[in-house]
C-alpha cells in the first residue's frame, strides 16, 4: 500500500487548506482538530449506535443484523484518525477531487495577488518620482485590492475547510464501524487517537507495535471497494535516451 503519510493536492490545498501539509507528524490546524473530536465524539461514543446505523442501512431483517462488538480485551492500540482518512484509497479520491474543483479559485487568487504584486512595486520603483496625488491613488487602490485579497483568500480558505470538513465526516461515520470491529477482533479494549501530538493530544509516547492505522486503512479500503489511485509516472533518469531513439554514430576515422 502507498505511504499513508503522502498527500495528493495542489498549491491551493496546501495554502487554503493549511492543515494537511503532512498526516505524520504536523500539528493540526485548531479548528480542524477541534472539528475532529466532536466528530470522534459523535461516531464512537456509542459504537453501538453507529453500527446499528450502518446496519439499517441494509436491507435486512432485524433479527440479522449484528449485534455490536463488546470491548472485552485488554490491548490499549492507537490510531491516527487523520491519517487514516486522508490515507485510505477513498480520501486519497475525495481529496484530490476536491484539489481539483479548488484549481479555478486557484488561479483566479493568483491573479489577484500577481496584480497586487505589480502595483506593489511600481509604488517601490516609481512612488518617489510621483507627485502627491498621483502616490496617493496609487496607494489606495493597493490598500483596497489587498482588502479584497485577503477578503477573497479567506472566503477560499473557509469553504475549502468546510468542504474538506464534510469529506471528513462522510468517511468516518463509514470508518468507525470497521475500527470498532478491528479492535474487538483483535482484544483491544482502548483506542486512543494520535493525530495531534502531546500535549495538544492525549498520548505522550507510543511505539509502532500499539498502532493499528494500516491495518484500519488496509480493511477500510477492502469494505469501500475504492481501488487504489494511480501512482504518477517515474521520471526518466536524467541522460536517458527516450525509448526507439537511434544508437549514436561511431565517430569517423581520421583519413
Known amino acids: 500500500m502507498d505511504d499513508l ?11 487554503i487548506l493549511n492543515s ?44 440479522a443484523q449484528p449485534a455490536a462488538p463488546t470491548a472485552t480485551g485488554t490491548k490499549v492500540g492507537t490510531i491516527a484518525i487523520e491519517q487514516a482518512i486522508f490515507g485510505s484509497n477513498e480520501g486519497q479520491r475525495d481529496f484530490e477531487a476536491l484539489s481539483k474543483k479548488l484549481e ?28 502627491d496625488t498621483s502616490r496617493a491613488a496609487l496607494v489606495k487602490q493597493i490598500e483596497q485590492k489587498q482588502k479584497s485579497f485577503d477578503r477573497a483568500m479567506q472566503d ?11 469529506m471528513m465526516s462522510r468517511i468516518l461515520q463509514k470508518m468507525a464501524p470497521v475500527i470498532v470491529k478491528y479492535a474487538a477482533d483483535n482484544g483491544y479494549g482502548l483506542i486512543l ?25 488496509e480493511a477500510y479500503n477492502v469494505q469501500s471497494g475504492v481501488p ?15 525509448a526507439g531513439a537511434a544508437p549514436a554514430k561511431p565517430a569517423a576515422k581520421p583519413q
Do not use: Y
Open 156 to 166: 477560499a480558505r473557509d469553504d475549502a475547510q468546510n468542504q474538506q470538513q464534510e
Open 104 to 131: 479555478p479559485k486557484q488561479t483566479e487568487l493568483k491573479t489577484m495577488n500577481d496584480e497586487l504584486d505589480s502595483l506593489k512595486k511600481q509604488l517601490n520603483t516609481q512612488g518617489d518620482k510621483l507627485n
Open 193 to 217: 487517537d494520535t493525530s495531534n501530538p502531546w500535549p495538544q493530544g492525549p498520548v505522550l509516547w507510543n511505539g509502532p507495535a500499539v498502532d493499528i492505522t494500516r491495518a484500519v486503512v
Open 5 to 15: 503519510g503522502a498527500q495528493p493536492g495542489n498549491a491551493l490545498c496546501r495554502e
Open 20 to 63: 494537511r501539509n503532512n498526516f505524520q507528524g504536523v500539528q493540526s490546524n485548531p479548528m480542524t482538530s477541534k472539528f475532529l473530536r466532536l466528530l470522534l465524539a459523535a461516531a464512537f461514543v456509542l459504537p453501538s449506535v453507529v453500527l446499528a446505523q450502518t446496519s439499517n442501512a441494509l436491507p435486512s431483517a432485524p433479527s
Open 228 to 242: 487504489a489511485p494511480p501512482k504518477p509516472a517515474a521520471a526518466p533518469p536524467t541522460g536517458a535516451k527516450p
